[in-house]
């Protein structure tokens, strides 16, 4: 026989103007085992969890009920407490006398105190059967995968390997840098990109803890957090890099010639080539879709083309690689996936994708690198003149909710400010009109950017929306509004760039899919919550850094990808995980092994013993959610604590009192 | 094939060309054009204000007369009477309380099972553009087009769907069917003054200037479209053009239908181009569409 305890707590008034929470405590005293009926003005108090302390000591209780608010308000704070001395924390148990009485029963005090009687009656029903529980270890693996080798996956890397944790970063492109690489200079301070990033690039380079996978993607991804295995699919190079010296014969005899990616079309490349050509730290690379080794275009005399083979004096190329599959065993996931560049192609009026001095932000931004295609010389790219006026058209494809993309890209009206002044600094008989919506410069030193701008670099800021784009002899007419004057303007451009808006990188619904991790309507991952649990994903583990979370400029960037780092150093603090108990269990004898519940479990934790042919609880992935329970068709799944037959009980309890009343 | 018609007023009118020119076409290529009986005004201007639900009453009741007819495509040459049809029939297909209003005002039975169709849509979808290419009879070999769209034929494109808003081709993919030469201009989706020329003329004559204007710039020959008012405002204003402008040089501004009837052979004696201000015969002859 259990000896029960019964705590009531006033809330101050919030319980005790509509519950006699006095002859609540004389009728819960009479029931069945109680030793220890009181009540306390607020019971989560210290003095009124000393109370509780205090009684389990003296009394010798081995089961609590506590009546008060919610159970997700204070559940965890009486347990603690009751485990503080000795008494197992899962044998306390909350009865809800606040949301479920008081509250709606606030002009009805008999009633209201007789309904806190029969839940605390029935509470006190399933303490009876509830079993002392001891919480769940997990064991670590303290290693980390970034998925993303950008700036937001080289910070959070760096920090997490400089904490002595081993991280491993898979990178899709032949090289890590992300689009941090194409850009020329940050703003507000005007300081070099290329040479900030290569210290930080040298960095993982060197680093002992750092393993780097490029030209990769995850194929697979199993576990849980704490225990991932993550399958990595990388695409073979084609070159052995510890034989290439770089020379760039190679680069000489490759007989094709395709838009540059990194240049954003600015220049041509082979099929072999530098992917990065302005970065002398890389070696050659091919690309399987654009050889024609690999297409069925076959030479004259018969043979398949290899004429960088035959050119290269290192015979370090080897045309038969092929991909690899390889598998890293990990605790944590860093999602740094980043974005892509929403096509100018969607801007059809704007002439996007088809006027060869209609380019996007990122194109500017390789105009203006010294390594770049021009040489860091802001010149048309049909023509190769420098243009004298330039338009800069923020928020295309942004902020346009019934045509492209309803969000604002956050980062434009910054660097389209600093493309401007970059521009008239270089030409400065040129003019820079800027059209915008609004201007949005809400960081530090941001504003003062915009407006020195516009004061001391007469950049021309023009608030409407451009309305077409089109060529005019070898100039471009741009038609747009000034909504200020409320006046119609046509300016004759020599080169306009676009603001494209930032969109989720491709591939990411699909990754997104296999890391069970949601994904917003436009695609974006999603934080739990966006306030508390910024750069935590809906699985438990995996982590949010950088744009593809959302929009963003490298500062925010940044600090996201170390905010990552520092919540799974916090999760790497503990030896082992640990998770609740209050999980579900099965009946080994009764399962059938027919799988219901292996499709219905929303978290992926019921998995099929192939040797017992039952189906069995992952307990480190379990969330208790009770989704299998109810979908057993023997009934052999319960969830611990709260099995079917508690439940019945505590309904008998209530319709047993609806009966006498 | 036989296909629903609706020619709409003006094509009894002022556009009879545009209407005699597409049936003529239709016959050569194999389907009807069958009048719908007891036709009405479409409208002419779709209702933009959300409760106005009366002027939305006589498209309904065409669409509902075609659907017991036993059609379920409704051909349409104008492009007004295309837009008010089509996005009435949207209303009918989207909006379970505006739809229920009408129909119970007019007492008919309809959820928009009619497909409504623009002549140039039977001609890309279900001619297909290369089978109209082997029935042109005389390639219009040489001649540069410029394919004015105007607005009501795409805009607003959710509704009407009929080819990307900003960029469209399907005008330009039916001249080179014809053998002729599309050329690109940039005003070829700007607006033409449209009822402007009422009451502001002066608005219609600088647009009208505007779109004419790039089509030469940009090597034309001839300017097309589907629209009665398009053709009305471009063709028409160019005198008015020309007073404020005496360098200005006229462009001859004609139905699609009729291209399409010189390619199939037909005569230009019975495509009545002496009702265009802008004389077409010197450039189609000087190009050899007609042969004198």
């Known amino acids: 026989m259990k000896k029960l305890g019964v705590f009531v707590c006033w809330c101050g008034s919030n319980i005790a103007s509509s519950v006699d929470v006095e002859q609540v405590v004389v009728q819960a005293a009479k029931l069945d085992g109680v030793v220890h009926a009181e009540h306390y003005m607020y019971m989560c108090s210290d003095p009124g969890q000393q109370k509780v302390k205090d009684a389990i000591k003296e009394k010798g209780l081995d089961g609590v009920v506590v009546a008060c608010c919610s159970p997700r308000m204070h559940e965890n704070t009486f347990r603690k407490a009751a485990g503080l001395v000795g008494l197992n924390p899962f044998l306390l148990e909350i009865a809800n006398i606040r949301e479920q009485c008081s509250w709606v029963h606030a002009n009805n005090k008999p009633v209201a105190t007789a309904k806190a009687v029969s839940i605390i009656e029935a509470t006190l029903d399933k303490v009876k059967q509830n079993l002392p529980l001891e919480t769940i270890t997990i064991p670590l693996n303290k ?3 970034v998925v993303g080798g950008g700036i937001a996956g080289i910070m959070s890397a760096l920090d997490l390997a400089d904490a002595g944790y081993e991280v491993v970063i898979i990178e899709k492109e032949p ?6 690489a194409q850009i020329s200079t940050t703003f507000p301070y005007f300081q070099k990109l290329p040479e900030l990033l290569q210290k930080k690039i040298d960095e993982v380079n060197a680093h002992p803890r750092i393993t780097v996978y490029l030209s990769s993607e995850v194929d697979e991804l199993e576990g849980y957090v704490g225990n991932f295995k993550v399958t990595i699919r990388t695409r073979p190079a084609f070159v052995d890099h510890d034989k290439c010296t770089g020379c760039g014969k190679c680069f000489e005899v490759c007989p094709v010639s395709v838009p540059d990616e990194f240049n ?23 690309n399987r879709d654009d050889c024609l080794h690999f297409s069925d275009g076959e030479q004259e005399n018969g043979e398949k083309c290899q004429l960088c083979v035959d050119a290269c004096a290192e015979q370090a190329i080897d045309l038969g690689a092929i991909r690899s599959l390889q598998e890293e065993l990990v605790g944590a996931i860093v999602m740094a996936t980043g974005y892509d560049v929403y096509s100018p192609a969607n801007l059809p009026e704007y002439g996007g994708g088809r006027l060869p001095d209609v380019i996007d932000g990122l194109a500017f931004e390789r105009l203006l690198d010294p390594k770049g295609p021009t040489g860091g010389r802001i010149v048309r790219p049909s023509d190769g003149r420098v243009p004298k006026s330039v338009v800069f058209i923020q928020c295309a494809g942004s902020r346009d909710p019934e045509r492209h993309k309803a969000y604002c890209s956050r980062a434009c009206c910054m660097y389209t400010a600093k493309q401007a002044r970059l521009y008239k600094r270089q030409v400065d008989d040129g003019t820079a009109y800027i059209s915008y919506m609004d201007i949005r410069s809400d960081s530090r030193d941001f504003e003062e950017f915009v407006q020195q701008g516009m004061e001391e670099e007469n950049l021309v800021y023009i608030r409407g929306r451009v309305a077409k784009v089109f060529p005019e002899g070898d100039v471009l007419k741009v038609f747009t509004a000034d909504t200020l004057s409320g006046r119609q303007l046509e300016i004759e451009a020599d080169l306009v760039v676009l603001a494209m808006a930032m969109e989720p990188k491709s591939g990411v619904r699909e990754l997104a899919k296999k890391m069970n991790v949601t994904i917003d309507g436009d695609g974006f991952l999603s934080e739990t919550h966006i306030k508390l649990y910024p750069v935590e994903s809906s699985t438990k583990g995996v982590y949010l850094a950088g744009c593809g979370q ?5 500062t925010d960037t940044v600090s996201q990808a170390l905010a990552t780092s520092g919540k799974i150093q916090t999760m790497f603090s503990n030896e082992t995980l640990i998770a609740d108990p209050l999980i579900a269990e099965v009946k080994e004898d009764v399962c059938s092994g027919c799988g219901i519940c292996i499709d219905i479990c929303p978290y992926g934790a019921r998995i099929m013993d192939d040797f017992k042919r039952i189906s069995m609880v992952n307990q480190a992935v379990c969330q208790g959610c009770g989704a299998c329970i109810a979908a057993c068709p023997n009934k052999a799944c319960e969830l611990i604590n709260s099995t079917s037959r508690q439940f019945i009980r505590m309904v008998d309890d209530f319709s047993h009192k609806a009966q006498m009343a | 094939m036989k296909y629903p018609y609706f020619p709409g007023c003006t094509l009894y009118t002022k556009a009879k060309k545009l209407d005699d020119a597409g049936r003529e076409c239709s016959r050569r290529l194999g389907f009807e054009l069958d009048e719908l009986p007891d036709w009405t005004c479409c409208g002419a201007t779709f209702p933009l204000v959300n409760d106005y639900h009366i002027a939305m009453s006589g498209p309904t009741r065409i669409l509902a007369d075609t659907k ?15 837009n008010v049809l089509k996005r009435t029939n949207h209303v009918m297909r989207t909006d379970e309380e505006r739809r229920a209003k009408i129909t119970d005002f007019i007492e008919r039975d309809y959820h928009g099972e009619t497909e409504v169709m623009h002549y140039l849509q039977v001609l890309r979808d279900d ?6 290419k082997e029935k042109v009879v005389k390639p219009l070999e040489g001649l540069k087009v410029a394919c004015y769209y105007g607005c009501l034929l795409l805009r607003p494109v959710k509704e009407i769907g009929l080819d990307v808003m900003e960029n469209p081709t399907i005008f330009e993919d039916f001249v080179r069917a014809l053998g002729a030469e599309p050329v690109e201009f940039p005003f070829k989706i700007e607006c033409c003054g449209a009822f402007q020329t009422v009451h502001s003329m002066e608005v219609a004559t600088r647009c009208s200037r505007d779109i004419l204007n790039s089509a030469k710039n940009n090597g034309a020959d001839v300017v097309i479209t589907t629209c009665p008012l398009c053709q009305f405002n471009l063709d028409d204003r160019q005198p008015e053009i020309q ?12 139905y699609f239908t009729q291209l399409l009837a010189l390619a199939l052979g037909i005569s230009p004696a019975d495509l009545g181009f002496e009702r265009n201000l802008v004389d077409p015969l010197p450039v189609l002859q000087a190009k050899g569409a007609i042969s004198d």
């Open chain 1, 143 to 145: 290693r980390v995968c």
């Open chain 1, 175 to 180: 090289a890590i840098g992300g689009h941090v």
């Open chain 1, 264 to 286: 954003r079309g600015l220049s041509q490349r082979g099929a072999i080539f530098r992917y990065n050509q302005g970065s002398e730290h890389q070696l050659p690379i091919i």
């Open chain 1, 550 to 554: 959302s929009p963003k400029d490298i």
């Open chain 2, 68 to 82: 017991d007819q036993g059609g379920n495509k409704l051909v349409t040459l104008c492009s007004v009477c295309f």
């Open chain 2, 127 to 132: 001619i297909g553009f290369d089978q109209l």
């Open chain 2, 243 to 254: 007073k404020s402008d005496a360098n200005f040089t006229t462009i001859p501004v004609v």
